[in-house]
């Protein structure tokens, strides 16, 4: 068997229910057959001369790191590794990250386009909540539930790559990161949504109205106006025309985007990700096909 493939079939078997895997550093020795002293010893000449050395007897790496391994690894091996560990489903290179990241925005705001708003039920959740922003997060955790968006599209993302059960896992790890680091907001995504349900806050007294700004009912001029400036504006960040809102355009530029702006590869680019998200979800309400 192939080294790499050795050391797949090693992380394949450490998987547990939920597709999570973890390989000691320390164990590449014996699954490589390389001496201890000559993996550390390169190990430690590489990161010398990149200036980043560091304590490597405790690194256990996951589909977290799992970039950091592949690297390691071109050190004693040759081969498209980095391919052999994604069509294994245990790694996402940054173009699929990429597609995996629209996909999930994509999915909210379809969601959110079909979506009948229940103001019933949210007015019953502001009863109980007291609080405009509580009863927002109940209401998104009813109908817009994150953990089922992320089930369901890491799920269907494996599904279409026909990639193998394990990228589900790896999808989702992703997913789960992108929020947990405020990459992706689920409340940004939902940007129209929130906007509605907060001035029906307002309207009900849950929320103060700030101090110059017109109500739902007696300003509608200016809402509308207040919406336009946003599409004005997400097109600016997206780098389209006005005229050019179409999905197909859309999504080309968000791809090109995030890729050049997500921290993962531009640690500046935490709010310029967030912008591009942000935009991406409005103009989705409001392009053809």
Request: net charge negative; glycine share 6%.
């Amino acid at each position: 068997m192939e080294p790499v493939q050795t050391v797949l079939s090693r992380i394949k078997d450490s998987l547990d229910d939920e597709g999570r895997w973890a390989l000691p550093l320390a164990s590449l020795s014996h699954i490589l057959s390389i001496p201890e002293p000559e993996l550390y010893g390169r190990l430690y000449r590489n990161m010398h001369r990149a200036g980043a050395v560091r304590e490597l007897s405790d690194v256990v790496f996951t589909a977290g790191n799992a970039g950091e391994l592949i690297g390691m690894l071109e050190l004693f091996m040759d081969g498209d590794i980095e391919g052999e560990f994604t069509r294994a489903g245990l790694f996402l290179p940054h173009a699929l990250r990429a597609d995996l990241q629209e996909r999930l925005v994509r999915r909210y705001m379809t969601e959110y386009i079909i979506h009948a708003v229940q103001m019933d039920a949210f007015d019953s959740m502001l009863r109980v909540a007291r609080r405009a922003d509580r009863a927002i997060d109940l209401y998104l955790d009813e109908y817009f539930p994150l953990d089922d968006a992320i089930r369901r599209c890491s799920a269907e993302f494996a599904h279409d790559g026909g990639f193998p059960s394990a990228m589900e896992a790896t999808a989702t790890h992703f997913l789960e990161l992108l929020f947990a680091r405020h990459i992706l907001e689920r409340r940004q995504l939902l940007g129209p949504l929130v906007s509605l349900l907060r001035g029906r806050a307002r309207d009900t007294g849950y929320e103060r109205r700030a101090e110059g700004r017109e109500s739902r009912h007696d300003g509608n001029t200016a809402v509308h106006e207040g919406v336009e400036r946003e599409v004005r504006r997400a097109c600016e960040v997206l780098g389209i025309e006005h005229r050019e809102i179409s999905r197909v355009k859309i999504r080309e530029r968000y791809k090109a985007l995030i890729r050049k702006y997500h921290p993962d590869v531009n640690p500046q680019g935490l709010e310029m990700s967030k912008l591009i998200n942000t935009s991406y979800a409005l103009l989705l309400t409001r392009c053809s096909e």
